[in-house]
């Protein structure tokens, strides 16, 4: 996060500078773009001090979700700000072209730019890799299901950057070489798009997570095989999760217990079940218990309208 905001930070000067002294509108695109991603970090630092707040009575589940409310807003600042004035940058250089004068200064400024924004991607993807390894999975699976918008919006964002940095390189050349002053204003505008998808990118995961993602399938998976070594236990009628920050996860079991068994059996089972979660998974933070038989909790389930079966296939509800 800190790589990321000084990086953008001194990037957003130079390009700022390299604009004013070229002319460039391109150059000018790319300072509003890393000026856009340093009030991002920002926003996603006050997001990570407002999620560590405690738990109390308003938010008895703690602040956890509102990093992922920051994650959203800093997706509808890249596309409003970063993409909405880039391009509209870009039509204006289109209708009145200019030369770009002196533009060795942009190349040097992006290449330049380039070496940073990929240190920072480095750092970045430096965690995913090792969520990646831990998991078996590939780069791009981690980052569809990583929780931490402090980390994906960040890849999300210096992927963007590059991409645009990549275009600014080859738009500032062929404006030159070509003498068409018209290009470095399409330039602009092929770099708001870049920004508008990566913040549709962002903004649908951010909005997952806002709206109560379930936590890994492996959590679940692995507190069934817990629950199977009680033989007190006739089955597991439903496991619900959800995420309440990158590092939070609310746990929900209802279990058929047989009818003969004493509380207090059920009271040191259910202790042992949280320990035992909690020393596996460290976000595993809240785990509540009940014993229902069977038929009841299909009851309760059909009271409240919602069907046992999709739920288990990760179904939506039809409405």
């Known amino acids: 996060m800190f790589a990321a905001l000084g990086a953008n930070a001194g990037i957003a000067i130079a390009k700022f500078c390299g604009a004013a002294f070229t002319g460039s509108s391109a150059m000018a695109s790319e300072g509003i773009h ?13 997001g990570m001090k407002e999620a560590s707040r405690p738990a109390d009575a308003p938010h008895p589940f703690g602040y956890g979700l509102r990093l992922y409310f920051w994650g959203f807003v800093v997706a509808l600042a890249i596309f409003a700000l970063g993409s909405g004035i880039t391009i509209h940058e870009g039509i204006g250089k289109v209708q009145r072209p200019t030369p770009i004068e002196h533009a060795w200064v942009n190349l040097i400024i992006l290449c330049v730019s380039i070496a940073l924004e990929g240190y920072s991607l480095s750092v970045a993807l430096k965690e995913v890799r090792q969520e990646a390894r831990e998991h078996g999975w ?60 990566a913040a549709i990118s962002l903004a649908k995961r951010c ?39 990158p590092e939070e996860v609310l746990l929900i079991v209802s279990a058929d217990f047989h009818d ?21 998974f460290s976000d595993v933070r809240r785990v ?31 409405g």
């Open 34 to 46: 890393s000026l856009v991603d340093t009030g991002n970090q920002f926003l996603l630092l006050y």
């Open 138 to 197: 590939d780069i791009l699976q981690a980052l569809r299901s990583h929780r931490d918008p402090t980390v994906f919006a960040v890849v999300y964002e210096d992927t963007a950057a590059i991409a645009g940095l990549l275009v600014a390189l080859v738009g500032t050349i062929l404006t030159v070489w070509l003498d068409q002053p018209a290009i470095d204003g399409w330039t602009s505008i092929a770099i708001g798009i870049i920004l508008a998808l």
């Open 207 to 245: 909005y997952t997570l806002l709206t109560g993602q379930a936590a890994d399938p492996a959590i679940e998976g692995r507190l069934r095989e817990i629950l199977g070594e009680f033989d007190v236990i006739d089955r597991v009628n439903e496991v619900r999760t959800m995420h309440f920050g």
């Open 260 to 280: 003969n068994t004493r509380a207090s059996s059920v009271k040191r089972i259910v202790s042992d079940v949280e320990d035992r979660l909690r020393d596996e």
């Open 288 to 318: 509540y218990i009940e014993a229902q038989s069977i038929d009841r909790h299909l009851e309760a389930l059909d009271e409240i309208g919602e069907d046992a079966d999709a739920l288990a296939r990760g179904e939506p509800h039809p």
